[in-house]
């Protein structure tokens, strides 16, 4: 079964800070990894995937996440906060195609989720 | 391009009560996934449509259901409600078989 697990509820940076948001993710095949954000009262927004390409993955808004095997993670981060990154982040993981079929496939399975706050 | 879209934004019922949520995936997607976000318990998986059938379905019992019409739009209906039914519920969508899901500003759903 896939599981996620982020590390640290609560995160709290100040503005121009760098930010690292951790995820360790279980899975039994190759896993896509993902984070999404949620800001107050809104769904979610993909920031980055991590589809067995490059183990670097850049996207939306500056951050960023690397793929590490041996450790089993994938953690978020940003070189410098801003007050607008204020917000809480979900990382997620799910079935790649070659595992289709099963009772994971087709899911994502998400962390417990990281609120981040930025202060001035 | 039009994103996920989602109705209603809030519904507020009464225990026991039947709801009907609404979503509409992104254009030329055929999956729809939903999830139901509750406090203190996360995103949690609840279903998969495709091409108008069920596909998975998460650890939720029967009365949660749903059903994907030919637009590939989707409803998700929730029979006799219980007072942990309140949460947000979000609905995605993407291409089949590929894993990168859309998601939608969700339906806001109190019980009381």
């Known amino acids: 079964a896939q599981s996620v697990t982020q590390l640290g509820s609560h995160v709290s940076v100040s503005e121009g800070a760098l930010v690292l948001l951790r995820c360790n993710y279980s899975?039994?095949?190759?896993?896509?990894l993902f984070w999404y954000v949620q800001y107050p009262n809104q769904g979610l927004q993909l920031l980055l995937k991590?589809?067995?390409?490059?183990?670097l993955v850049k996207g939306i808004n500056g951050f960023e996440a690397e793929f590490k095997k041996s450790e089993t993670s994938f953690h978020l981060t940003k070189p410098s906060a801003h007050m607008s990154d204020a917000a809480e982040y979900f990382c997620?993981?799910?079935?790649?195609?070659?595992?289709?079929?099963?009772?994971?496939?087709?899911?994502?399975?998400f962390g417990q989720g990281t609120i981040l706050t930025v202060h001035p | 391009e039009a994103g996920v879209t989602q109705s209603p934004t809030h519904l507020i019922k009464t225990r026991g009560q039947q709801v009907t949520l609404r979503c509409s995936p992104i254009?030329?997607?055929?999956?729809v996934y939903w999830y139901q976000q509750a406090l203190g318990l996360g995103l949690q998986f609840l279903l998969w449509?495709?091409?108008?059938?069920?596909?998975n379905r998460g650890n939720f019992p029967p009365r949660f259901s749903g059903r994907q019409f030919p637009n590939y739009s989707s409803e998700l209906n929730v029979n006799a409600l219980e007072l942990e039914d309140s949460a947000l519920y979000l609905c995605?969508?993407?291409?089949?078989?590929?894993?990168?899901?859309?998601f939608g500003p969700g339906t806001r759903l109190t019980v009381l």
């Open positions: 995605a969508s993407s291409p089949y078989l590929r894993t990168t899901q859309y």
């Open positions: 899975s039994s095949v190759p896993p896509y």
């Open positions: 991590y589809t067995s390409a490059a183990t």
């Open positions: 997620a993981v799910s079935d790649s195609p070659v595992g289709a079929g099963g009772t994971s496939y087709g899911k994502l399975t």
């Open positions: 254009s030329g997607h055929t999956s």
């Open positions: 449509y495709d091409e108008g059938e069920e596909r």
